[in-house]
């Protein structure tokens, strides 16, 4: 994430803006005094959009396909529009985000996706789109995906191994997911494309003693940049879903935990093939064993997400874990609601959480914590 605002703002100096810089770094100002005045004195980094609940895998740590993604059959709940979806976009500019990610479910399964993205590049924003590969694996949607302009795509592969990744995302998701790679690097090139491909790998039971390999796996593939979450109870979720427990790190595999992640850091201050911080990788010890955030939260301020139905949360967790909803753009727009009332209410309710080590959100924190040393 860290790498493509950077490339964002080289991309933009170069075509003629010269003051990017300098108004990222006001806005940068703007959120530290945001927070420590509580008013909302510029607009987030980081906005995430979750256009879809629907999803073609059943991932069993992931709950948004059993748990939101079941409303609209249930409660005939509407996802956004696209007019809807145009809307929120433009709010999202109107206060001065940087970067907007599209996450789901699925976010491709979404047959207006592409236009979306569109529609918030001529906005000015940056873009990011998660997926897990499975559709992107057929050519002719990678390519419509690369001529889109997204600005980065993140791929999740979760180990080294077909069966390891196969055991947690599908049968045939590994396979299916090294298509979509393969593909989308080989379509910039053909393209003239400048789209970033990164993977995601959520660090687990399952995969611990394998990272290191899937980063020489990713390398060979020229992928841009490998990026690892660690999978970790995050109280406020309330996450103990039945099949979620398998994930955590076996008290065996401790030894083998902390040996991974020494490694992680050896590579990261050698070379640029993980993405991660390396203030973020130092906390990944403290994440497997269920300490707190050691800095304060920015989110709310630096962050926001705005689920499939509207509902707007101030962070990932939040949304995934259906708690803290500040309103619903359908009741109240988001332009509206950043200067109200309400969202001060709502960050008041959620200074103090120190519970997550989720990727994006801490290590957004950590760009405001930039003299922090673990």
């Not at 409660?75 to 809307?87: A, P, R, V």
């Not at 207006?112 to 001529?122: G, H, N, W």
């Not at 962070?315 to 109240?332: A, D, Q, V, W």
Request: aromatic residues 8%; charged residues 25%; hydrophobic residues 35%.
């Amino acid at each position: 994430m860290r790498d493509l605002y950077l490339s964002y703002l080289l991309k933009k100096s170069m075509e003629g803006d010269p003051l990017v810089g300098v108004k990222k770094g006001l806005q940068y100002g703007g959120l530290i005094l945001s927070r420590a005045t509580r008013k909302s004195l510029a607009g987030p980094l980081h906005g995430a959009i979750v256009v879809t609940y629907k999803c073609n895998l059943h991932c069993p740590m992931c709950f948004l396909w059993k748990g939101p993604g079941e409303y609209d059959k249930q409660h005939d709940k509407k996802e956004l529009s696209t007019e809807e979806m145009f809307s929120l976009i433009d709010d999202f500019a109107a206060i001065g985000t940087a970067g907007i990610g599209f996450t789901g479910g699925e976010p491709i399964l979404r047959p207006d996706m592409l236009e979306i993205i569109a529609y918030t590049k001529k906005k000015g924003i940056v873009t990011h789109m998660s997926s897990n590969g499975y559709v992107i694996a057929n050519k002719n949607i990678a390519k419509k995906v690369v001529e889109s302009g997204l600005d980065a795509i993140g791929f999740s592969v979760d180990g080294a191994l077909p069966e390891t990744h196969d055991a947690i995302r599908g049968k045939g998701s590994h396979e299916r997911v090294l298509q979509a790679i393969d593909n989308i690097i080989e379509l910039r090139k053909e393209l003239k494309s400048s789209i970033k491909v990164v993977v995601v790998c959520v660090v687990s039971n399952y995969n611990v003693d394998q990272l290191i390999n899937l980063i020489t796996i990713l390398k060979e593939k020229k992928v841009d940049h490998v990026s690892f979450m660690p999978f970790h109870d995050i109280g406020l979720l309330s996450s103990g879903t039945e099949n979620s427990q398998e994930f955590k790190i076996m008290q065996e595999k401790i030894a083998k935990l902390n040996k991974a992640v020494d490694e992680l850091i050896n590579i990261k201050k050698k070379s640029k093939a993980i993405e991660n911080s390396l203030a973020y990788l130092k906390l990944f010890k403290d994440a497997f064993s269920g300490k707190k955030l050691p800095v304060s939260c920015y989110a709310g301020y630096a962050t926001v997400c705005i689920g499939a139905y509207g509902d707007i949360y101030p962070c990932f967790p939040r949304m995934e874990g259906e708690i803290e909803k500040g309103s619903n753009i359908r009741k109240t727009p988001l332009k509206e609601y950043w200067y109200s009332s309400q969202i001060k209410e709502d960050r008041e309710k959620i200074r103090a959480c120190r519970e997550c080590f989720w990727n994006n959100q801490t290590e957004i924190n950590l760009l405001f914590h930039p003299f922090y040393k673990k």
